[in-house]
């Protein structure tokens, strides 16, 4: 099993694993290989250095119990295995968001009033995205209307369509 560190144009840094060095070559020659987080299929292998696990520098990172976390321990990372956790982190946020984007209408600004419309059954209901302000938001909540509110990240924006 090889385990490569690859990345796209936009820096997004992942692993990838292949049966063989032959086996990745077949797949990037045959456009298979994608970035999970913006689905660009010109990916670069990195330099990497192989991973040598030591239990005694895990368990002094990570907390002993769950409980201990919850009191205020914290969960600390550093170099690689930080890039990687981020990048993970960042290739499962963005695959939900495409997920939800993909199953939902947007109606821009009219999302309240669209909401509204869908709760009153003046409209089919349906999974509908939008914007609207913090306030308006509040006001569908109190109305019974289930409302996530989510943040807009400017620079991940692009990436997402």
Known sequence: MKV????????????GWFASEEDYLAQQDKGM???PVCDSTEITR??????IGKSSSAELAMPK???????GGVVALTG???????????????????????????????????ARKIHYKESP???IRGQT???????????????LSMPIIPALKNTLQ
């Open 4 to 15: 490569y560190n690859l990345a796209c144009p936009l820096d997004h840094r992942f692993e």
């Open 33 to 35: 290989l994608a970035c």
């Open 46 to 51: 990195m330099p990497s250095a192989p991973h």
């Open 65 to 71: 119990t769950e409980s201990e976390n919850l009191s």
């Open 80 to 114: 690689s295995d930080h890039s990687q956790l981020e990048a993970q982190v960042q290739a499962a946020f963005l695959k939900g968001m495409r997920e939800l984007m993909g199953r939902s209408e947007d109606v821009g600004d009219s999302f309240a009033a669209e």
């Open 125 to 127: 209901e349906r999974s």
């Open 133 to 147: 302000t913090l306030d308006e938001a509040e006001a569908l909540r109190e109305e019974g209307i289930d409302v």
